[in-house]
């Protein structure tokens, strides 16, 4: 268990419709990380956020967007889902920079039909 | 965006060595080398990290030369257990970029 937590662990919803992922990070950690993994993409960095503020910006689409909240937790939403959406979504979370160790969490499976 | 190379999938059996390499052809000069490991379905799981020469803990050792454009991953004595998807990662610009992974199979 590394003490991140991610909510739901399982999504299944329709093309065109918006999810909300939730993420919370270890105990202390100020940095979050969120990653997209399918099948043919292999694990995708999407965003980062440290202590609230945007840190730094992967592979992220128009239509994803995240927030950190200042109890730390973070939302990963994604809007006008396609089918090529579906994916596992990873959360991570570290102490602070890039640089140091990244806990990751379950992960959420989502399914869009 | 820097992005680094490995193979895609290594064969070994239990109880030897096995050695992974990367190519790290755009670290930069503050960038740190971490390999993790992943479960099917399950989120990657911190393994080792270093900067140069030579790191070890007590499930891996890691190498990694004085140019630091490549990284050796060596994992001692392996076990069915060991079989995962293995990825190299350096950061770039604030960028956390894993590689393709190399898929390590674990015969018995």
């Known amino acids: 268990d590394s003490g991140v937590t991610q909510t739901p662990k399982h999504l299944i919803t329709a093309t065109g419709q918006r999810v909300t992922l939730r993420c919370s990070p270890r105990?202390?950690?100020?940095?979050v990380y969120w990653y997209q993994q399918s099948l043919d993409q292999g694990l995708q960095f999407l965003i980062q956020?440290?202590?609230?503020?945007?840190?730094a910006k992967g592979n992220i689409l128009e239509r994803f967007s995240a927030q950190q909240f200042p109890d730390l937790h973070s939302e990963l939403n994604l809007s006008s889902l396609e089918l090529g959406d579906s994916a596992l979504y990873f959360c991570a979370s570290s102490v602070g920079g890039v640089q140091e160790t990244q806990y990751f969490g379950p992960g959420t499976r989502l399914l869009v039909l | 965006l820097a992005k680094t190379t490995q193979p895609i999938s290594m064969d070994s059996y239990e109880g030897q060595e096995v050695n992974i390499t990367c190519s790290h052809n755009n670290i930069a000069t503050n960038d740190y080398i971490t390999w993790y490991q992943q479960f099917p379905s399950q989120g990657p799981r911190f393994i080792i990290q270093?900067?140069?020469t030579k790191v070890t803990n007590e499930v891996a050792s890691l190498f990694i030369p004085a140019d630091r454009k490549s990284s050796t991953l060596s994992l001692p004595r392996v076990s069915l257990s060991d079989t995962a998807v293995y990825y190299c990662l350096d950061t770039n610009a604030g960028k956390s970029t894993f590689g393709d992974g190399t898929t390590l199979t674990v015969k018995p």
């Open positions: 270093g900067y140069k």
């Open positions: 105990s202390g950690d100020l940095s």
């Open positions: 956020y440290y202590n609230g503020e945007e840190r």
